[in-house]
C-alpha cells in the first residue's frame, strides 16, 4: 500500500466510526449549537456597548462557537486514537510497514474533515437565527477556512497528546487546551472592550487573528487586510501542532 | 437510633472521601466553574457601565453567585454518578444485604453533596475576594450564600441519584448533565435579564435557577436581604424536596426489583 492509501485508510476509518460509535461525535456537534443558543441570548445586551462592532449578538457568537465545535470535533479524532491504544489496535498500526507519517497523515485527514460537520450544522443555525451575512458567501468560505484550519490543529494537539499518554484520561487536556485557546483570545469580546490580563493575553494570542478572520464577513466586508492575519496565524499553528503531534509519532513504542 | 446516627454519618463521610480521593473527578468540576469566571470577569467587565445592569462594583461582583451554583452543580452530579458506580460495582447490593438503615444509603450520598457544596462556595467567595470581590452583604451575607449553594447542592445531588439509582448507569447520569446544564444558562444567572430581550428573557424569567441566583446575588451586591435571600433558599430547598421524593421512590423502586 502507498503511504497515500494508508493516510486515506485511516482518514476513512475516522470518518465511518462517526457513525458507527455517534455518542463520542455527537457532544461536538451539539455543544457549539448549546453555545450559541446561550451566549447569543444571554448576551444579547452587548451590542449595545460603544464600540461594539457587531448589529446582532449572533453575529459576534456564532463564528466563534463554530470554531469551538471544529476544535472538538478534532479532537475526537485524538480521542478515538487513545482509544485505540487501550484496546491494542494502534499497535497493530505501528507495527505493520505503514510510515508514522502517513498514519499520523490519517488521522489529521480526519480531523481536518470533522471540522466541516459543526460548520454545516452552525450555517444553518446562522440562517435560521437570522444572522447577517455581510459578504455573502464569502462570509461562510472564510469561516470555513478557520473551521478546516482548526480541526487541524485540534486534531493534530489530540493525536500529540495520544500517542503520548496512550490512555482516553487525557481526554480533559486535550478538551480544555482548546477551549483555552479559544476563550484566551477576543472569544466573548473585542480585543478594544478586553480589560486587565485578559486584553494583554488576547493580543499575543494567535486565535485572535483567527477569530478576526471567522468572523469578518459577519460584521462586514471580507478584506485581505482582516484575512491575511489569520491566514499567517493559522499557519503558525498547524506547523507547531503538526510538529508536535510527528514527534510524539515517531517517538512512540509499540 | 444513635446505630442510625452512626450509619448516616458513616455513609456520609464516604461519600465525601470518595469526592475527595478522586481528584481526577473532584478537580474539574470546581476549576472549570473558576476558569469561566476569570475568564468571564475580564471579558466583560466593561458591560457593568451598560444602562439598566445592576449596579456592581465589577463583573466579577455580578458573577460570582452563578460561579457558585455552577460549581454545585457540576460537583454534585459527579457525586450522583458515584451512586450509579456504586450499582454497577455491586457495593449498592451489599449494602442492601447487611443490616443498613435502607434511608442512610441515599442520605450519606445527599449529605455528603451538601457539605461538600457548603465548602466548595466558600472556597470561590475566598479566591474571589483574593481577586478584589467586595460582598456588601458581609460575613453574614456570605454564610446566608453559602448555606442556599449547600442546599442547592443537596437538591442536585438527589435528583441526579434519583436518576442513578433508576438507570444504574454512571453514563446514563452524566449524559442527563446537558438537561442541567441548558437550565444554568438558559438563565439569568450570567448576565441581567433587564438586558435581554425575546424568548430568551421569557425562558430565563421561567427558570427557578435565575431566581435563586438573583436572591443571593442581592446579598452581594446590595447588602443584607432577608426577603430575597429567603426566596432563594425557598428555590434550592424546592430542589431539594422534589430530589428527595424523587430519590425515595427510585430506591424504593430498586429495592423492590431486588
Known amino acids: 500500500m502507498s503511504s497515500a492509501e494508508v493516510t486515506w485508510g485511516i482518514a476513512r476509518r475516522s470518518i465511518v466510526l462517526i457513525s458507527r460509535l455517534p455518542s463520542a461525535f455527537f457532544p461536538s456537534l451539539m455543544m ?9 441570548g444571554a448576551f ?15 453575529d459576534w457568537f456564532i463564528p466563534m462557537t463554530t470554531i469551538q465545535g471544529a476544535a472538538f470535533a478534532g479532537i475526537t479524532t485524538g480521542m478515538g486514537v487513545a482509544r485505540d491504544f487501550e484496546s491494542g489496535f494502534y499497535d ?35 440562517l435560521v437565527a437570522g444572522a447577517n451575512l455581510h459578504a455573502g458567501a464569502m462570509s461562510i468560505v472564510v469561516l470555513g477556512i478557520a473551521c478546516l484550519g482548526i480541526g487541524l490543529c485540534a486534531g493534530a494537539w489530540a493525536v500529540g497528546l495520544a500517542v503520548r499518554f496512550k490512555s482516553t484520561q487525557i481526554t480533559p487536556l486535550m478538551q480544555s487546551g482548546m477551549f483555552l485557546t479559544v476563550f484566551l483570545s477576543t472569544a466573548q469580546m473585542p480585543i478594544e472592550l478586553l480589560t486587565g490580563w485578559l486584553h494583554g493575553v488576547a493580543r499575543l494570542n494567535p486565535m485572535t487573528n483567527v477569530l478576526q478572520l471567522a468572523r469578518q464577513g459577519f460584521l462586514g466586508d471580507v478584506t485581505w487586510d482582516t484575512t491575511w492575519p489569520g491566514l499567517v496565524a493559522l499557519t503558525g499553528m498547524i506547523v507547531f501542532l503538526v510538529g508536535f503531534a510527528y514527534r510524539g509519532m515517531q517517538r512512540v513504542i509499540p | 437510633m444513635s446505630a442510625a446516627v452512626a450509619q448516616y454519618a458513616a455513609l456520609s463521610r464516604r461519600s465525601l472521601l470518595t469526592m475527595v480521593r478522586q481528584p481526577r473527578a473532584i478537580i474539574p468540576p470546581i476549576l472549570f466553574p473558576l476558569m469561566f469566571m476569570a475568564l468571564s470577569s475580564a471579558a466583560f467587565d466593561r458591560t457593568t457601565q451598560l444602562p439598566g445592569f445592576p449596579e456592581s462594583e465589577s463583573f466579577l461582583q455580578f458573577l460570582i453567585c452563578a460561579t457558585i451554583v455552577q460549581g454545585a452543580l457540576f460537583a454534585s452530579i459527579a457525586a450522583a454518578s458515584d451512586v450509579a458506580h456504586d450499582i454497577e460495582d455491586g457495593f ?15 442520605a450519606g450520598r445527599v449529605m ?14 475566598v479566591v474571589g475576594s483574593a481577586f478584589g470581590l467586595t460582598v456588601e452583604g ?54 441581567p435579564r433587564t438586558l435581554m430581550d425575546g424568548w430568551f428573557k421569557t425562558a430565563a424569567t421561567i427558570n427557578p435557577l435565575t431566581h435563586m441566583v438573583e436572591g443571593m446575588r442581592a446579598q452581594v451586591i446590595g447588602g443584607l436581604d432577608l426577603g430575597e435571600w429567603l426566596s432563594a433558599f425557598s428555590i434550592a430547598l424546592g430542589f431539594f424536596v422534589v430530589g428527595l421524593v424523587l430519590a425515595t421512590a427510585a430506591l424504593r423502586g430498586r429495592l423492590a426489583a431486588n
Do not use: H
Not at chain 1, 45 to 57: M, T
Open chain 1, 32 to 40: 457549539p449549537v448549546f453555545l450559541t443558543i446561550s451566549f447569543a
Open chain 1, 44 to 58: 444579547s445586551g452587548i451590542v449595545d456597548l460603544p464600540g461594539f462592532p457587531a448589529e446582532k449578538a449572533i
Open chain 1, 92 to 126: 497493530r498500526f505501528l507495527v505493520s510497514p505503514a510510515s508514522r507519517a502517513s498514519l499520523l497523515g490519517g488521522s489529521l485527514l480526519a480531523a481536518t474533515l470533522r471540522g466541516l460537520a459543526p460548520l454545516a450544522l452552525l450555517t444553518v443555525v446562522a
Open chain 2, 92 to 106: 449498592f447490593d451489599r449494602l442492601i444485604a447487611s443490616p443498613v438503615a435502607r434511608t442512610s444509603i441515599l
Open chain 2, 112 to 125: 455528603g453533596s451538601l457539605v461538600f457544596g457548603f465548602v466548595q462556595a466558600w472556597f470561590y467567595l
Open chain 2, 138 to 191: 458581609g460575613f453574614i451575607g456570605m454564610i446566608g450564600v453559602t448555606l442556599v449553594a449547600a442546599m442547592f447542592a443537596a437538591g442536585v445531588a438527589s435528583l441526579a441519584s434519583a436518576f442513578a439509582i433508576r438507570t444504574g448507569s454512571s453514563e446514563a447520569v452524566l449524559g442527563a448533565f446537558p438537561l442541567l446544564f441548558s437550565l444554568m444558562f438558559i438563565s439569568g444567572n450570567f448576565f
